[in-house]
T-cell receptor, first 112, second 114 residues
Framework: SQKIEQNSEALNIQEGKTATLTCNYT??????LQWYRQDPGRGPVFLLL???NEKEKRKERLKVTFDTTLKQSLFHITASQPADSATYLC???????????WGAGTKLIIKP | EAGVVQSPRYKIIEKKQPVAFWCNPI?????LYWYLQNLGQGPELLIR????????DSQLPKDRFSAERLKGVDSTLKIQPAELGDSAVYLC????????????FGPGTRLTVL
């Protein structure tokens, strides 16, 4: 069956360091992958999208990589700040399935 | 530009009671989604509308859930009767049109069924 896995344990990072979150998937051939941020009591907010033919995408302090061979995406936040603390969700859409499938998210905690 | 608006933000009801959630998407967005999100989980699609047509409702429990999107703008999601297991956050999202990639979410309605 199709599956998306994100680290269920919270990730604790010291302020100023780079935070790296992982999204692994199986039995998919996704056309693209998206990363969203979700704060408590709020809906997810779109951050970045990367397509299957792209290796890397950047936006300010954010960087996403997409390895279709490893079936993995990495999400990096450089020079992390306490305000980056949130849950980060990855979501995939396959070529033949128009539905967006979501991971459970990883909680990121940036300590001052 | 106003975001996706949902109401109410919170709802507490007794089991077997009916409940309804309302969503106003971003102006001009043709596609509207209703998701269910349990604590510690990602959103799960309940139904997707393209304008006023429900094009994907395969995961909507149709024995107790119903939805409508009159005139292709606002949408209402109803549960009747509610069960204990329906306690969750119900999220509404919209996008410009299917195939356009970014979804914009409302704040959600937190439903508690007692």
């Amino acid at each position: 069956s199709q599956k998306i896995e994100q680290n269920s344990e919270a990730l604790n990072i010291q302020e100023g360091k780079t935070a790296t979150l992982t999204c692994n998937y199986t039995n998919y051939s996704p056309a693209y992958l998206q990363w969203y941020r979700q704060d408590p009591g709020r809906g997810p907010v779109f951050l970045l999208l990367i397509r299957e033919n792209e290796k890397e995408k950047r936006k300010e302090r954010l960087k996403v990589t997409f390895d279709t061979t490893l079936k993995q995406s990495l999400f990096h936040i450089t020079a992390s700040q306490p305000a980056d603390s949130a849950t980060y969700l990855c979501a995939l859409r396959g070529d033949s399935n128009y539905q967006l499938i979501w991971g459970a998210g990883t909680k990121l905690i940036i300590k001052p | 530009e106003a975001g996706v608006v949902q109401s109410p933000r919170y709802k507490i009801i007794e089991k077997k009671q009916p409940v309804a959630f309302w969503c106003n998407p971003i102006s001009g967005h043709n596609t509207l989604y209703w998701y269910l999100q349990n604590l510690g989980q990602g959103p799960e699609l309940l139904i997707r509308y393209e304008n006023e047509e429900a094009v994907d409702d395969s995961q909507l429990p149709k024995d107790r859930f119903s939805a409508e999107r009159l005139k292709g703008v606002d949408s209402t999601l109803k549960i009747q009767p509610a069960e204990l297991g329906d306690s969750a956050v119900y999220l509404c999202a919209s996008s410009l049109g299917y195939g356009v990639d970014t979804q914009y979410f409302g704040p959600g309605t937190r439903l508690t069924v007692l």
